[in-house]
Structures are given as structure tokens and as C-alpha cells.
């Protein structure tokens, strides 16, 4: 699905950024993010999630959402219910969405890192740290913006001090 420029631009308007909901409080730390404006950011900063869930996984994808907006949706919203699982998943489908975004810019290489952040919030929760890690290399080389540069940090910090050695670094 192809967003018309004008569509994009309200896109990336403003980003909302939300911190996961972990069993852990110190990773609380890292960041997701959903496009404010867009497919249930306002119930996602309710805190909505099921409802978020139970309404976007019931639409078909030529439903009023987009599936880039539907997908970055529902990884944020299973990430805040914990469901590591199927964030996962929604996140893989938000890349998969953000990669049929129309044309290389700024504003759509932003999208497509933060898809790359968001699933590697979900994967490090899932304790795949490895997937983490090169998902947020990924993120950094599209779009090296202030959220991933966060969660790059963040989790470089968590492994060095669990003594993990799979730390990843930011080329200036």
C-alpha cells in the first residue's frame, strides 16, 4: 500500500513515545513509539490496549487503517500487555508495512526505524538479544533518531552490566 505524500506528512507529524510495560521496572528505560494522530494512538496513551487489540485484529486490511498504522498499533499494544509474542509479530508486519512506504525521504526512513526499534524492544523482552541488538543496528543505519539511539544505549548498558558481550555501536 502506497501512502499519497500528503498522508505521510501527517504521519510523521509527531511521533508519541511510550515506555513498554515489563516485569522488570528497570527496562522501563526503552521506548516505542506510534504516530500520534493515527490508528489508536489516543487509546494507546488511555492505556486501551485490549480494545486497541480486540478492534484492529478483527480489521481487514482495507479497513479505514492503513497497515503500517495498524501494525505499529497493535506491536505497541501487545508490548504493554506483555505479550511479547505477538508484538513481535505485529512489529515484523509494521516493517513489512513501512517498507511499501512511498519513496526514500527523511520522513519515511524515520517510520521504517522506529519499526526497527519497536521490534527490537519486543525481541529483547523476549530475551532474543541477538535479534534485538541487529534489529537496532538496522534502526540506527536508516535513521539514526533520538529513540533508537535510546534503546541502543539502554540495552548496551543492560549487557554490559550482565556481562553479555553482543553490544552494539553507534558510527558518528
Known amino acids: 500500500m502506497k501512502l499519497k505524500p500528503l498522508l505521510l506528512t501527517s504521519i510523521i ?20 513509539a506510534v504516530i500520534k494522530n493515527t490508528a489508536m494512538s489516543s487509546e494507546i496513551a488511555k492505556g486501551e490496549y485490549q480494545e486497541i487489540i480486540a478492534s484492529l485484529s478483527s480489521t481487514s486490511s ?17 508490548l504493554k500487555t506483555s505479550n511479547t509474542v505477538e508484538s513481535e509479530a505485529a512489529c515484523s508486519s509494521a516493517i513489512e508495512s513501512a517498507k ?24 529483547y523482552l523476549k530475551n532474543d538479544v541477538v535479534g534485538a541488538m541487529s534489529d537496532l543496528a538496522v534502526a540506527n543505519s536508516i535513521d539514526s ?18 556481562g553479555y558481550d553482543e553490544s552494539v555501536s553507534l558510527a558518528d
Open 13 to 32: 507529524s509527531s511521533v508519541l513515545v511510550v515506555a513498554p510495560t515489563t516485569v522488570m521496572a528497570s527496562e522501563s528505560n526503552l521506548k516505542v
Open 100 to 123: 511499501t512506504l512511498e519513496a526514500s525521504s527523511k520522513k519515511t526512513n524515520y517510520l521504517k526505524s522506529i519499526s526497527y526499534s519497536n521490534r527490537a524492544v519486543a525481541r
Open 145 to 162: 533518531n533520538k529513540i533508537s539511539k535510546i534503546n541502543l544505549e539502554v540495552m548496551n548498558s543492560k549487557l554490559d552490566q550482565s
Open 62 to 78: 482495507d479497513s479505514e487503517y492503513n497497515d503500517f498504522e495498524k501494525n505499529t498499533a497493535l506491536c505497541v499494544a501487545y
